[in-house]
Structure formats: structure tokens, C-alpha cells
């Protein structure tokens, strides 16, 4: 119960922090953040978080990671429903939130997207499904890697969630022209179920390519590594309770 509620309170801060960053600084009047503020704030949301539950939970807080860990033999198939099903959750009250804040502004419109993802007509850069499919697929399996590699038993000990946090930054910078930058299900559909029509039309891409890319991530470093299920202590996904 505790590790899902870390998860719980994980990605609800993942999300509401980075969507938030979106939606209500980026575009602030002289002050804007930009692409590089939302992408450092994702980036800050999984390294505050993997440091304050990493030891608790494994600080997954996306279930494109779950199901990568899985795959790279860090993970127990059986426990991979609750913890989606936590990450979710934490997801959708981040994006309740987030609505019940900026829709105080005169200067919000949900028609602009509340950091919805996206392709086709719905992409910041106007991609093809096609694009946003690879683009996803591809920048979660090598965000996957990074955090099997960051988080094994040989890596520095105490600097996974530097190296992860740093990791999805740089996701970031280049996946949000694509598609607002997915990488992660439960992000993607706190906003959507806010935003409906298109964002809900699309959302299945949002689930199907993260997926896909967690578990080649986790494959491809289980094939590479040696002994890829060791764990650096602390900060490598726990084992649930039964």
C-alpha cells in the first residue's frame, strides 16, 4: 500500500509540476519559461521525486518505466497492475488540480491544449502520426536505458536520479515540437480526460508507443549488461509487497 502511494504522490507531482510548468508559466506574459523551462521542470519533477520515494517505491511514476523494468528483469509481473493503476491515478488528481488553478487566470483556454499531447493538426510542429509514433518509441527506450544503467549495481551509487532527471530533460527538448512529449501514459492521460475530443482520440498512441519503447529499453540493456537485474541499493525499483 505504501509503494502505491508513492507512486500515487509521485506522478501526481510529476505531472502537475511539469504540465503545470506548460500551462501556466510557458507561456506567462515577459516571463515565459519556454521549451527549455517545461523541459528542465519534467526533468526536476523525477529527480526531486526519485530522491524523496525512490527508496520506497523505485520511483517508476510512469508506466512505460514499469513495464520496461519488467522486461529488463527488474520488475514482478504481478505488481505492474497496481502501480499502473497508482500512476494513473496520482496523474489524473495533478490534472484536476492543475485545471482548478489555472482556470482562474482570464487568460486561460482549454482549447489551447493543457499540455494535451498530440500529432498530426494537435502536434506543436505539426507531425505526422507516423513521426510522433517513432519519436515516442524511440525517446522512451533510450529513457528506459538510461535508468536501467543509471540504477545498476556497478553504476555510481547516489547519482541515478540525477542521470534520469538530466535524461528526460533532454527528452524533452526534443520531443516537445513532436508531441508535447509523451514518454509516459499516465501523464498523457490526466490531461487529455480534461481536454476530451481530439486529446482522448489520440491518447491510444500515448499508450501504445511509450509501452513499446519501455520494453525494448529494458530489453535492450538486459541484453547488453552484464548482470542486468543488479540493482544499486536505495534508488532501484523495490519489489512490492505481497
Same mark, same amino acid.
Given at each position: 500500500?505504501?509503494?502505491?502511494?508513492?507512486?500515487? *504522490?509521485?506522478?501526481?507531482? $510529476?505531472?502537475?509540476? @511539469?504540465?503545470?510548468?506548460?500551462?501556466? /508559466?510557458?507561456?506567462?506574459? %515577459?516571463?515565459?519559461?519556454?521549451?527549455?523551462?517545461?523541459?528542465?521542470?519534467?526533468?526536476?519533477?523525477? !529527480?526531486?521525486?526519485?530522491?524523496?520515494?525512490?527508496?520506497?517505491?523505485?520511483?517508476?511514476?510512469? &508506466?512505460?518505466?514499469?513495464?520496461?523494468?519488467? +522486461?529488463?528483469?527488474?520488475? &514482478?509481473?504481478?505488481?505492474? @497492475?497496481?502501480?499502473?493503476?497508482?500512476?494513473?491515478?496520482?496523474?489524473?488528481?495533478?490534472?484536476?488540480?492543475?485545471?482548478?488553478?489555472?482556470?482562474?487566470?482570464?487568460?486561460? %483556454?482549454?482549447?489551447?491544449?493543457?499540455?494535451?499531447?498530440?500529432?498530426?493538426?494537435?502536434? &506543436? @510542429?505539426?507531425?505526422?502520426? *507516423?513521426?510522433?509514433?517513432? +519519436?515516442?518509441?524511440? $525517446?522512451?527506450?533510450?529513457?528506459?536505458?538510461?535508468?536501467?544503467?543509471?540504477?545498476?549495481?556497478?553504476?555510481?551509487?547516489?547519482?541515478?536520479?540525477?542521470?534520469?532527471?538530466?535524461?528526460?530533460? $533532454?527528452?524533452?527538448?526534443?520531443?516537445?515540437?513532436?508531441?508535447?512529449?509523451?514518454?509516459?501514459? +499516465?501523464?498523457?492521460? @490526466?490531461?487529455?480526460?480534461?481536454?476530451?475530443?481530439?486529446?482522448?482520440?489520440? !491518447?491510444?498512441?500515448?499508450?501504445? /508507443? &511509450?509501452?513499446?519503447?519501455?520494453? $525494448?529499453?529494458?530489453?535492450?540493456?538486459?541484453? !547488453?549488461?552484464?548482470?542486468?537485474? +543488479?540493482?544499486?541499493?536505495?534508488?532501484?525499483?523495490?519489489?512490492?509487497?505481497?
Amino acid at each position: 500500500m505504501h509503494k502505491c502511494a508513492a507512486e500515487t *504522490i509521485g506522478t501526481f507531482w $510529476l505531472t502537475f509540476a @511539469g504540465c503545470g510548468s506548460a500551462v501556466i /508559466a510557458a507561456g506567462f506574459p %515577459d516571463v515565459g519559461i519556454g521549451l527549455l523551462g517545461v523541459s528542465l521542470a519534467f526533468g526536476l519533477t523525477v !529527480l526531486t521525486m526519485a530522491y524523496a520515494i525512490g527508496h520506497i517505491s523505485g520511483c517508476h511514476l510512469n &508506466p512505460a518505466v514499469t513495464v520496461g523494468l519488467w +522486461a529488463g528483469g527488474r520488475f &514482478p509481473a504481478n505488481c505492474i @497492475g497496481p502501480y499502473v493503476a497508482s500512476q494513473v491515478v496520482g496523474a489524473v488528481i495533478a490534472a484536476a488540480t492543475l485545471f482548478a488553478i489555472a482556470v482562474g487566470s482570464p487568460m486561460f %483556454d482549454l482549447a489551447k491544449g493543457f499540455a494535451a499531447n498530440g500529432y498530426g493538426a494537435h502536434s &506543436p @510542429g505539426q507531425y505526422s502520426l *507516423i513521426s510522433g509514433f517513432v +519519436a515516442e518509441v524511440v $525517446l522512451t527506450m533510450m529513457f528506459l536505458f538510461i535508468i536501467m544503467g543509471s540504477t545498476h549495481g556497478k553504476a555510481p551509487v547516489g547519482f541515478a536520479p540525477i542521470a534520469i532527471g538530466l535524461g528526460l530533460t $533532454l527528452i524533452h527538448l526534443v520531443g516537445i515540437p513532436i508531441t508535447n512529449t509523451s514518454v509516459n501514459p +499516465a501523464r498523457s492521460t @490526466g490531461p487529455a480526460l480534461f481536454v476530451g475530443g481530439w486529446a482522448l482520440a489520440q !491518447l491510444w498512441m500515448f499508450w501504445i /508507443a &511509450p509501452l513499446i519503447g519501455g520494453a $525494448l529499453g529494458g530489453i535492450l540493456y538486459r541484453w !547488453l549488461s552484464e548482470e542486468p537485474s +543488479a540493482q544499486v541499493t536505495g534508488i532501484a525499483p523495490a519489489t512490492p509487497a505481497e
